[in-house]
């Protein structure tokens, strides 16, 4: 059984997938309007991915016979300067997504909820490969550049990714 405080920051997390997922597809859809097909694609499969994410854990709530919540999802940024832009805040979301499964952890643990630390090691995995994916774009822009066809290429490495 999840304890208040555990059910409330598992909920929480509910909510920050769902806003994970709606970023990444308005920033899907910057991109798709400005001519990066290759980036819109790969963010638009990230953005179900974010969606599974919330999935996960909402039935994990509803498995221990908890009360899942779905909160107000605040309306996501609209407005980016450039695709280095959108991957420097996508790097930055993973990394704050990442403390706050770490949050999660720390607390199950000190509450010795083995079953909920168990079934957040998926998502601490899972982390670890975000940051490292969102970390590799970031340096493959850094290397190519955004001149001349370096966004073009770009865009297709981007597009190339495939995800899981
Ligand atoms: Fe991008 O991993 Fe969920 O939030």
Redesign the pocket.
């Known amino acids: 059984m999840l304890s208040e405080n555990l059910l409330q920051k598992l909920n929480e997390q509910v909510t ?2 769902f806003y ?1 997922s709606n970023l990444y597809l308005q920033m899907s859809a910057w991109c798709n309007h400005n001519g990066l097909n290759g980036s819109a694609k790969f963010l638009r499969d990230h953005a179900a991915d ?1 969606m599974s ?1 919330m999935h996960k854990i909402f039935a994990y709530i509803q498995d221990t016979g908890a009360l899942a919540l779905i909160d107000t999802i605040e309306k996501p940024e609209i407005n980016f300067a450039n695709i280095q832009d959108i991957f420097n805040k996508t790097y930055k979301h ?1 990394k704050m ?1 990442t403390a706050k499964i770490n949050e999660l952890v720390d607390i199950a643990l000190n509450e010795k909820d083995f079953s909920t630390f168990n079934f957040l090691q998926w998502y601490v995995a ?2 670890h490969e ?1 940051e490292k994916l969102f970390k590799s774009i970031l340096d493959k822009i850094e290397i190519i550049g955004l001149d001349g066809r370096g966004l073009f290429m770009i865009d297709r490495e981007i597009g190339n990714i495939s995800i899981h």
Do not use: D, G, L, S
């Open positions: 920050r997938e994970a974010e994410h993973e997504i899972e982390q975000e």
